[in-house]
Nanobody, 119 residues
Framework: QVQLVESGGGLVQPGGSLRLSCAAS????????MGWYRQAPGKQRELVAR????????TVYADSVKGRFTISRDNARNVYLQMNSLKPEDTALYYC????????????WGQGTQVTVSS
């Protein structure tokens, strides 16, 4: 089991920045990748960014955030999402995700943190 706790959401004006943090606990040795998803009202949850464990720490980003958002991981426990040049369409509930693959693929989710971009 993996537990995830997010922090760092809030209200920001268009063009501003926010940094989301996620702390993992539990069976962190089993995590193969961590990521951030978001869900806006009336829309499906979508991948924002993912970072893979291991040397190099390769990343993937949604096209809509490339060049503006950066995912990083400083150890096996913590993952961050630096969000710059925020737009109103980035408004959503952001969820931290941890994925394990030791016994099949299992996704773990945080409780979510609200990001609102508005003037």
């Amino acid at each position: 089991q993996v537990q995830l706790v997010e922090s760092g959401g809030g209200l920001v004006q268009p063009g501003g920045s926010l940094r989301l943090s996620c702390a993992a606990s539990g069976s962190i040795f089993s995590i193969s990748s961590m990521g951030w998803y978001r869900q806006a009202p009336g829309k499906q949850r979508e991948l924002v960014a993912r970072v893979f464990s291991g040397s190099g720490g390769s990343t993937v980003y949604a096209d809509s955030v490339k060049g503006r958002f950066t995912i990083s991981r400083d150890n096996a426990r913590n993952v961050y999402l630096q969000m710059n040049s925020l737009k109103p369409e980035d408004t959503a509930l952001y969820y931290c995700n941890a994925r394990t693959t030791m016994s099949g693929l299992t996704d773990y989710w945080g409780q979510g943190t609200q990001v609102t971009v508005s003037s």
